[in-house]
């Protein structure tokens, strides 16, 4: 009985235990189905958020473009309001004339009068036009429903406004050089260009004294050698006499001129460099200096680096990889990523600054250098307090300000030339001789007085003619290239199919890895190719008929102004004074020339106007030939200042996203920089181009991100030891998560060429193999770079 009771309760145990057993079986099972729920909950939510981001993405351009629409309607009524103002001034200064010149009332009246009808009859224009715009961007904006569509307009829509702004800001900038305003308001486009503006009228002001004293040494010596051709008048049939009259005194001049003006000295800028960097790090050994390396060609910042104590110690299965790390020897490629980046940013941060000091119109200061310095040693040490697991040791600073430099010391000492040929009065007067000499033999002939400023205008107006020629073909140019130009007048995936032609074209393996790690400063390298190619080859077929046909639009504009200041100063019976300010005024917003630039000379005896304006009509054509004659491919690139079409270009076409797949490099295409959602880019690349290996091997990698996240296979993100599914990039977190990429088995043959073609060149560049895993696959050597050409026009 005992044992049978015995067996019962066993059995009832065991009965309890499978009870027990299903029972948490079905627990599991809920568990689990409210898990699956919960993530069909969450997955549904996402669509959802997509969806209504997708929404809040369309009614985001749509109040951009209801935005463009209401900025030109402020512009319009800044306008009127800015016209009403100009109405307002004009009626009080001919108030105060009424009351100072009672006599003039009359013609006073028919002026006004006159005045106000080019008012309103500007005013009607400016509306009509205004409506066409508005007209024309409606029905564009109306017609494109599209989002990609809608970017493409909105593009075309920049374009034309930055057109615009660049003839603003270009007669804004004459204005101001010419003084004839002081300050600039936030009316019209001038609200955008304040910034700059400021910047210009700072410029002006830091160079007026070298330009006050230039222009000192210059109408001192029309005077001078106007006292000497008097002096010599009774011996004007004695040439040989009066050339060495006039050279000797010319020697003197110039001597005294040596001896009152400091001279404007060559620079160095590398020593002004290591002088500063000397001073912040008196420690760094002198070796340095010799050994320091160019940060751009730096594959691995390993030994610039040394990871915060905290970084990787909290985990111990990761504790023998993190103590290398801490020692320096290995590290992860995001960290490697993130440095490149800040490298990237802070190089052309500096360029920007480089181009707003300058110094081609104001010269070189080392202040320019402790400027870039400061700038650089601020974006490092904000980088360091960021969420990232390193700080810098000090070679990285140097080796960076010493790269920066060292690119730009070219640049920087190319515009501080242009600054001493343009301002060291030595230089300057020297290259005006032949000028003096003409003008000191008119008066020696006793020329009148209205012949003589004849002569002197025209030759002052020849540097400013030159300088405006330069600028307005410069943004011609730009328009044409654009259009005529066939890597250049599409969007960026354009330019960048022909990039990579011709990549293919030069099989030059140095310019593939700027591209592949470098990718922006290879795409304005190739653009500042193209232009300079495109101006080359089209000079005297294009280019040199655009000088042309400006000089004579220039020339008609001066003939124009000085039949109108003429006429303004018979109506008005006014003096030369009145002539100058009327004529100089008139022609402000196209050159950089005023009445400053005749301060010192005495012209107050020319009373014939007619005859003057006669004068300059029979001279200007002979300074006009004069300057075309000098056009040429080589002073072109020269003379160009802010308006260069590459740069221009470069802005149009470069303002967009620039980060690079983690896994492969290939740029993200969105056109708009710091876009809203993921990156993508239409086709990926082979990973091993960029060093990629497979997980615990020195063989590179062959796979494409696309055909990866459509396998089961795994990778360890930044150098980890935890393993991620590709299909899962995402959980990797940090720029993974960033990109989206599809799984994809179509591939771009393009890519595999270029593996084949330069399989040594890369082994040799990542010191890995396309060995064991990364063996190249025979099918790809079978494509010709014929076939890598094609693909391009095929699938991009």
Same mark, same amino acid.
């Given at each position: ?68 629409? @209401? ?68 029905? %564009? ?72 004293? @230039? %222009? ?48 404007? #000295? ?73 440095? #490149? ?14 181009? +707003? ?36 040791? +000090? ?21 501080? #030339? ?27 002939? =006793? ?13 002052? &107006? ?111 019976? =006014? ?73 221009? &270009?470069?802005?149009? &076409? ?91 088995? +179509? ?50």
């Amino acid at each position: 009985m005992e044992e049978e009771r015995q067996n019962q309760d066993k059995e009832r145990k065991r009965r309890e235990e499978e009870f027990n057993e299903r029972e948490d079986e079905m627990k599991r099972e809920r568990e689990e189905w409210k898990i699956q729920k919960q993530e069909e909950n969450k997955r549904r939510e996402e669509e959802n958020e997509k969806r209504r981001e997708k929404d809040k993405e369309i009614q985001r351009l749509q109040s951009e473009m209801e935005g463009i629409i @209401r900025e030109k309607e402020r512009t319009e009524r800044e306008k009127r309001e800015q016209l009403e103002d100009l109405e307002k001034r004009l009626k009080e200064e001919r108030n105060m004339r009424e009351d100072q010149q009672k006599t003039l009332e009359d013609k006073l009246k028919v002026l006004e009068e006159q005045h106000e009808d080019e008012l309103k009859r500007r005013r009607v224009e400016g509306r009509e036009e205004y409506e066409r715009e508005k007209e024309k961007m409606m029905m %564009k904006i109306c017609s494109q429903t599209d989002r990609s569509l809608q970017v493409t307009a909105y593009r075309k829509l920049e374009t034309e406004y930055r057109k615009a702004m660049m003839e603003t800001e270009n007669k804004l900038y004459n204005i101001i050089e010419n003084e004839a305003i002081h300050e600039v308001e936030e009316t019209d486009l001038y609200r955008e260009l304040k910034t700059t503006s400021e910047e210009i009228l700072q410029q002006r002001d830091l160079k007026k004294n070298i330009d006050d004293q @230039r %222009k000192h040494h210059e109408n001192t010596l029309y005077e001078k050698s106007k006292e000497l051709a008097l002096k010599l008048k009774d011996k004007t049939n004695d040439e040989k006499l009066m050339k060495k009259e006039f050279d000797l005194f010319w020697e003197q001049r110039v001597n005294m001129i040596i001896r009152v003006t400091p001279a404007i #000295r060559d620079i160095n800028i590398m020593r002004d460099v290591k002088e500063i960097l000397s001073d912040v790090y008196d420690s760094v050994p002198v070796d340095h200096w010799r050994e320091s390396r160019d940060i751009f060609t730096v594959q691995c910042y390993s030994h610039y680096v040394q990871f915060k104590k905290s970084s990787e110690l909290t985990r111990p299965a990761s504790l023998s990889r993190a103590l290398k790390k801490m020692f320096g020897l290995i590290l992860p490629k995001e960290d490697g990523a993130q440095i #490149r980046s800040l490298v990237t940013d802070v190089v052309q941060q500096t360029d920007t600054m480089i181009q +707003s000091f300058n110094i081609s119109m104001i010269g070189y200061n080392i202040s320019c250098i402790q400027q870039l310095i400061d700038y650089i040693k601020t974006r490092v040490r904000e980088h360091e307090e960021g969420p990232v697991r390193y700080v810098f040791k +000090s070679e990285f600073f140097i080796d960076l300000v010493l790269s920066i430099c060292e690119r730009s010391n070219k640049t920087i000492t190319d515009q501080h #030339r242009l600054f001493r040929e343009a301002n060291d009065p030595v230089i300057y007067v020297e290259k005006k001789r032949q000028e003096y000499y003409s003008i000191f033999l008119k008066y020696c002939h =006793g020329a009148t007085s209205a012949v003589v400023f004849d002569e002197i205008i025209c030759q002052k &107006l020849k540097e400013p003619i030159e300088q405006s020629v330069y600028k307005k073909t410069a943004r011609d140019l730009t328009d044409e290239v654009r259009s005529n130009c066939e890597s250049l007048n599409g969007n960026r995936s354009n330019l960048e199919k022909h990039i990579l032609k011709t990549l293919a074209e030069q099989e030059d393996f140095d310019k593939y890895m700027n591209y592949i790690h470098h990718p922006r400063d290879h795409f304005k390298s190739f653009i500042r190719d193209e232009v300079s190619r495109f101006i080359t080859d089209q000079f005297s077929v294009s280019v040199l008929p655009k000088m042309k046909e400006n000089i004579e639009l220039l020339q008609q504009k001066i003939m124009k102004a000085a039949h109108e200041s003429t006429q303004h100063v018979q109506v008005n019976r =006014g003096d030369v004074g009145l002539w100058l300010k009327s004529f100089t005024q008139q022609i402000s917003d196209e050159l950089i020339f005023s009445e400053k630039d005749l301060t010192g000379i005495k012209h107050d005896d020319v009373d014939d106007f007619n005859l003057l304006e006669d004068l300059i009509r029979k001279e200007l054509p002979a300074i006009m030939f004069d300057s075309g004659s000098r056009f040429n491919t080589n002073t072109f690139d020269e003379k160009l200042d802010q308006f260069r079409p590459d740069e221009i &270009l470069i802005d149009h &076409l470069c303002q967009c996203c620039w980060v690079q797949c983690p896994f492969c490099k290939a740029v993200c295409t969105n056109t708009i920089e710091n876009h809203d959602g993921d990156h993508s880019v239409a086709f990926h690349r082979v990973t091993g181009i960029n060093g990629h290996l497979y997980s615990g091997t020195t063989n590179l990698s062959v796979s494409i991100c696309t055909s990866e996240v459509a396998s089961n296979g795994s990778f360890c993100p930044n150098d980890s030891d935890d393993k991620v599914l590709y299909r899962d990039y995402r959980r990797a977190g940090g720029v993974y998560a960033e990109w989206s990429i599809s799984p994809d088995l +179509s591939e771009l043959p393009y890519w595999k060429w270029f593996v084949c073609r330069f399989q040594k060149d890369l082994e040799k560049h990542y010191n890995k193999t396309f060995e064991g895993s990364g063996e190249i696959p025979d099918e790809w050597k079978n494509y010709s770079k014929q076939d890598a050409i094609e693909s391009l026009d095929k699938y991009l």
